[in-house]
């Protein structure tokens, strides 16, 4: 009988977690240990309207009454050291222990650094946490520097946040465009249109050698000897699961992530992952899976929770994310390859009004609406069906019709 359960871990989706399983009617113990001193919030408001400065705080999971009101024993600020599996207990820093009958695993990431000379000075940023964000958003004045290392979907969103402050921006990225392993060539360059366009400089193929200044950042120095001159530098080169405690546990650990078999266990059977640490085996692929996106966490932590009180089953969805930047938003379904996958454009990407499409085999792998949302559930079970269809069929055919 499951009559204590500690969620390790208290963003969206420890949260979630622990959510669900007093919404599925759960009155045992529900303990969610978290390392951070907030309550439980959302990560995607951080890079959008925290640092456009349209919001000064992110969006709660819960309202922080929620938790006491529901009997779930919230504790932040507390930092897990061990986690003990024949015992089945956890430890942490403090020399707090708490027992469990079923615990979750939902540590998430932390941003990638460099190894380079200057990396301890200051004005050399990440973007993780709501403390992140406030003191990056501070640096986004009119006029100041700012290096952004890495063309990801972070550094995109920071540079455009950074533009609409005014702050001059440059962007390093050792590819030949921005997001170009997620969306290909042709799709890349829209993107790149659009910072060109709105004040971003590029330096692409280009890697970093250090950062200079003396106590703060002055410059960047890139692979080929040249210089940018830089008042903050944020990397965004990444984020790296927190496996560690799983690993010391003796969890099967796959490829730096922790491995979940198709209902999120762990190896563990009364330990569940969810969230960006989990690799998950995912049935619709066929292979494991780990997504970083705000869905993934939400969904996993309400499936998790379900899966312990017996009432779920595989773990199916799609990975989902959305962005804006600039006057574009997008939504993205799915999971392709570009280097594998046909892309189908229905639309117009010169004006920035299109569905891209990703197929293999004749089925949609994934679907991309870019300022365009009047198609979102026929794109959903495009994705999910695995329906056959023509590139001129989602070229010119009606979405709803195709998805049947």
């Avoid at 078999?261 to 292979?287: K, N, Q």
């Amino acid at each position: 009988m499951v009559s204590r359960i500690v969620i390790v871990g208290a963003g969206l989706a420890g949260a979630s977690a622990a959510a669900q399983l007093r919404e599925r009617d759960y009155d045992g113990a529900v303990t969610l240990l978290s390392a951070q001193r907030h309550q439980p919030y959302e990560l995607p408001p951080l890079s959008k309207g925290i640092l456009f400065g349209e919001a000064d705080e992110p969006d709660w999971v819960r309202e922080p009454s929620f938790y006491r009101d529901f009997d779930i024993d919230l504790r932040t600020g507390t930092d897990v050291t061990r986690l003990l599996t024949e015992e089945h207990t956890v430890l942490d820093a403090a020399g707090g222990s708490y027992a469990y009958d079923a615990a979750v695993l939902a540590t998430g990431s932390r941003p990638r650094t460099l190894a380079v000379p200057g990396i301890e000075l200051s004005g050399v940023h990440t973007l993780r946490t709501l403390d992140d964000a406030l003191a990056l958003r501070e640096t986004f004045t009119e006029g100041a520097r700012l290096v952004v290392i890495g063309a990801g979907w972070i550094g995109c969103e920071v540079a455009a946040a950074a533009r609409k402050h005014g702050t001059a921006v440059t962007v390093v990225e050792q590819g030949p465009a921005p997001l170009l392993g997620v969306l290909g060539d042709e799709i890349a360059e829209v993107f790149t249109r659009l910072h060109t366009e709105n004040g971003v400089e590029f330096r692409f193929g280009r890697g970093v050698q250090g950062f200079t200044g003396d106590g703060a950042v002055r410059s960047v120095r890139l692979d080929d000897g040249s210089e940018l001159p830089a008042d903050v530098v944020l990397l965004a080169v990444g984020a790296q699961p927190r496996i560690e405690l799983a690993e010391a546990a003796g969890i099967q650990i796959d490829g730096g992530a922790v491995a979940v078999d198709s209902t999120l266990r762990t190896s563990v059977p009364e330990i569940y992952a969810i969230g960006d640490i989990a690799a998950h085996d995912h049935p619709r692929y066929g292979t494991r899976v780990r997504v970083e996106h705000w869905s993934n966490a939400k969904d996993q932590g309400i499936h998790a929770a379900s899966a312990i009180l017996g009432e779920a089953g595989d773990y199916t969805a799609s990975p989902y994310f959305f962005t804006d930047q600039y006057e574009l938003g997008c939504e993205y379904r799915g999971l392709a390859d570009p280097a594998k996958d046909e892309l189908v454009v229905r639309g117009s990407l010169a004006d920035r009004e299109f569905i891209a499409f990703w197929l293999r085999e004749g089925a949609v792998r994934a679907a991309m609406n870019v300022n365009l949302w009047d198609d979102g559930d026929a794109l959903q079970a495009l994705v999910d069906n695995g329906t056959e269809v023509s590139a001129d069929a989602l070229r010119e055919g009606d979405l709803g019709s195709l998805a049947g």
